[in-house]
């Protein structure tokens, strides 16, 4: 299957800080991003979706202005928590979705983000 | 709202016999669904999709059912073995590509 990456796979940072993550797929295009966040024996959440060139839609009760989303390329797609707060510790997760109207989408490897 | 139950937070199952996994969901009519493989701290693997107009999809020892009446699919694990131990997650999708996850099930294989 298609390969997606992450980068860092780990991340501590204060409180008050941003923090950027991204998400890279290496062997095919991603025409759409996923980002998921998934807290400690919970199922991932969907917290938006970006194509590539366009603004990112988020899904209800996630804070545009806090996570920061930017699909820049059909490789690349960025997550940035700004001003990040201990609630915001959890694994964060994206996936791409290539253009050939597969359904299938896949996942990197997990960005795991600790505030202190 | 929409709600996936996965049957129970953790399964034992004797290397050799056959896993089998539960997935109910309600308020929600899936184009289509998924399980996927998850190991502790990583993302997680695809394994199979069933559309709805599928009753049954096999891969390896893998076998999905998926029931729309009842609303529920089965993932089995035939000849189980250690390393198939791992986090195992239903999921729905429709044609909009969101995908919700259930909280999963964590399956131990015991040798």
């Known amino acids: 299957g298609a390969v997606v990456s992450q980068h860092p796979s780990r991340v501590i940072c204060k409180s008050g800080t941003s923090v950027k993550i991204e998400c890279r797929s290496l062997?095919?295009?991603?025409?759409?991003m996923f980002w998921y966040r998934q807290f400690p024996k919970q199922s991932l959440m969907l917290m938006a979706t970006?194509?590539?060139?366009?603004?990112?839609?988020?899904e209800q009760g996630v804070e545009k202005d806090k996570f920061l989303i930017n699909h820049a390329s059909l490789t690349l797609s960025t997550l940035t928590v700004t001003s990040a707060h201990p609630e915001d510790s959890s694994f964060y997760i994206c996936?791409?979705?290539?253009?050939?109207?597969?359904?299938?989408?896949?996942f990197g490897p997990g960005t795991r983000l600790t505030v202190t | 709202s929409q709600k996936i139950e996965q049957n129970s937070e953790a399964l034992n199952i004797q290397e050799g016999k056959t896993a089998t996994l539960t997935c109910n969901y309600t308020?929600?009519?899936?184009?289509?669904l998924q399980w996927y493989r998850q190991d502790p701290g990583r993302g997680p693997v695809f394994l199979l999709l069933i559309r709805e107009n599928e009753k049954e999809k096999r891969k390896e020892r893998l076998k999905v059912t998926f029931d729309t009446t009842l609303k529920q699919s089965l993932f089995h694990i035939t000849a189980s073995q250690p390393a198939d131990s791992a986090t195992y997650l239903c999921?729905?999708?429709?044609?909009?590509?969101?995908?919700?996850f259930g909280k999963g099930t964590r399956l131990h294989i015991l040798p």
């Open positions: 999921a729905l999708m429709n044609r909009d590509d969101k995908i919700i």
């Open positions: 308020n929600y009519s899936p184009a289509y």
């Open positions: 996936s791409g979705k290539g253009g050939s109207g597969g359904y299938e989408q896949y």
């Open positions: 062997d095919f295009q991603a025409t759409t």
């Open positions: 970006s194509n590539e060139g366009s603004k990112a839609t988020y």
